[in-house]
């Protein structure tokens, strides 16, 4: 069954609640709807407020085909072939179809770089979705093509108004007999955030016993939300707070309390392949050269749970998540990278030495290009000592091994090789 949230989902602007500045009689974008000529935008606002509502509701108006990408889940290539279909799909002087892109804020640079293009030559009208101010998270080439639209908390007359009309035109709500004495606890939790509010009233009024009427009080909102506070949250704060304790309980090596937010995490409905990605994150950032193996697990448990899905995979997770809570640390590597990082901002374009360039001209080895390179595999041991770095960075050490069994053994086998060159 379709959550209520889902089930109440506005089909027409005219049943769309909120935002009256932007879709109202007269607003600007309901203008350009009405027009049937709407530009590339980014739609900026907090969570719960009808962003992806509003995409689908403009795609259906104009009847135009209408893609929707994550930006949690979603690559280049899931982009590239998205554009390729929509390509497909317009012929001639029809309107580009709509590609909607939510939590815009979180591709990267090359992903947004991939939408360039598409969005310049008409392939597809962007709508992006974010919580957070697209002049800091969205690049100025893409942010230069597209108007921003500022979407507003809704207010509390419009969420009564959306416990009301659920009340009453819900398809399994409205056979109940549930009314509402008072708003101010559901209000509050929701916090502005409709489908928060939604979700607040659907499990309340589950717990409606048979035929009995059930009257909605605010003691009754807290005591229930305190029960079940995992099963409403999973897309506001406690959805970062939960994932940010996942991590660090692996990090600081206790598997209980691992497994346990995991539970947390997929009780509240997580997406599971999130928890999976975010696994694989952990098992290269703080666990590392210390266990290598855990990298190897984390991408096969990633591949495991979308062979078997729900809900079998949830033991693979939980396999994968002990293992990696009990596995020796090490961040050297992502310390590495992030001091190699440094060291090019603050020294910027440095030239490759000779030795180490390549030479597939006569020009380039009169230039002394790979001139006096040694070819390790030619020495003994597959080793010889010899310069790679820039001049100006010669002898900087970057990865420094850490105190656990695996880069103990790294450290001593570069002390074999370098002796003091990086002093190791």
């Known amino acids: 069954m379709q959550p209520l949230a889902e089930r109440m989902r506005p089909q027409t602007l005219d049943d769309y609640v909120g935002q009256e500045h932007l879709v109202g009689k007269g607003a600007v974008l309901r203008q350009a709807i009405e027009s049937g000529r709407i530009p590339s935008f980014i739609l900026w606002g907090p969570p719960g407020v009808g962003k992806t509502t509003l995409a689908s509701i403009i795609a259906k108006t104009l009847k135009r085909p209408f893609h929707t990408l994550s930006a949690i889940s979603a690559g280049v290539k899931d982009i590239r072939d998205t554009i390729e279909i929509a390509k497909k799909q317009k012929f001639f002087d029809t309107p580009s179809p709509i590609l909607f892109i939510d939590e815009i804020h979180r591709f990267s640079k090359s992903q947004q770089d991939s939408l360039l293009g598409a969005v310049e030559q008409g392939i597809v009208t962007l709508i992006g979705a974010t919580t957070e101010n697209p002049s800091f998270e969205v690049i100025s080439a893409l942010l230069s093509r597209a108007q921003v639209y500022v979407l507003k908390p809704l207010e509390r007359k419009e969420l009564e108004h959306m416990v009301n009309?659920?009340?009453?035109?819900?398809?399994?709500?409205?056979?109940?007999?549930?009314?509402?004495?008072?708003?101010?606890?559901?209000?509050?939790?929701?916090?502005?955030?409709?489908?928060?509010?939604?979700?607040?009233?659907?499990?309340?009024?589950?717990?409606?016993?048979?035929?009995?009427?059930?009257?909605?009080?605010?003691?009754?909102?807290?005591?229930?939300?305190?029960?079940?506070?995992?099963?409403?949250?999973?897309?506001?704060?406690?959805?970062?707070?939960?994932?940010?304790?996942?991590?660090?309980?692996?990090?600081?090596?206790?598997?209980?309390?691992?497994?346990?937010?995991?539970?947390?995490?997929?009780?509240?409905?997580?997406?599971?392949?999130?928890?999976?990605?975010?696994?694989?994150?952990?098992?290269?950032?703080?666990?590392?050269?210390?266990?290598?193996?855990?990298?190897?697990?984390?991408?096969?448990?990633?591949?495991?749970?979308?062979?078997?899905?729900?809900?079998?995979?949830?033991?693979?997770?939980?396999?994968?998540?002990?293992?990696?809570?009990?596995?020796?640390?090490?961040?050297?590597?992502?310390?590495?990278?992030?001091?190699?990082?440094?060291?090019?901002?603050?020294?910027?374009?440095?030239?490759v030495p000779l030795h180490l360039r390549n030479a597939p001209t006569k020009l380039m080895k009169s230039l002394d290009y790979g001139k006096n390179y040694k070819y390790s595999h030619d020495y003994e041991g597959n080793f010889v000592k010899q310069q790679f770095m820039p001049d100006d960075v010669s002898g900087k050490k970057l990865f420094e091994p850490q105190a656990n069994a695996a880069e103990e053994k790294i450290k001593q086998k570069l002390r074999e090789q370098w002796g003091n060159e990086y002093g190791y």
């Open 165 to 351: 009309i659920a009340l009453e035109k819900d398809i399994f709500l409205k056979n109940r007999k549930v009314v509402v004495k008072e708003f101010e606890a559901m209000l509050q939790f929701s916090g502005g955030d409709g489908r928060k509010l939604y979700n607040i009233l659907e499990l309340v009024s589950n717990f409606q016993e048979g035929d009995t009427p059930l009257e909605i009080t605010n003691d009754l909102v807290v005591d229930l939300l305190q029960q079940n506070i995992a099963l409403y949250d999973k897309d506001g704060e406690q959805h970062y707070d939960i994932i940010s304790a996942f991590i660090k309980s692996i990090r600081g090596s206790d598997p209980n309390a691992a497994v346990y937010w995991l539970a947390r995490m997929i009780e509240g409905g997580e997406d599971i392949e999130f928890i999976a990605r975010r696994i694989i994150i952990s098992a290269s950032e703080d666990i590392g050269l210390a266990n290598p193996n855990a990298l190897l697990m984390a991408t096969t448990c990633l591949q495991a749970v979308r062979t078997v899905g729900w809900p079998e995979s949830r033991i693979i997770l939980s396999q994968t998540v002990i293992y990696l809570a009990t596995s020796p640390k090490s961040n050297s590597a992502y310390l590495a990278i992030s001091d190699a990082q440094n060291l090019v901002r603050e020294t910027g374009n440095l030239p």
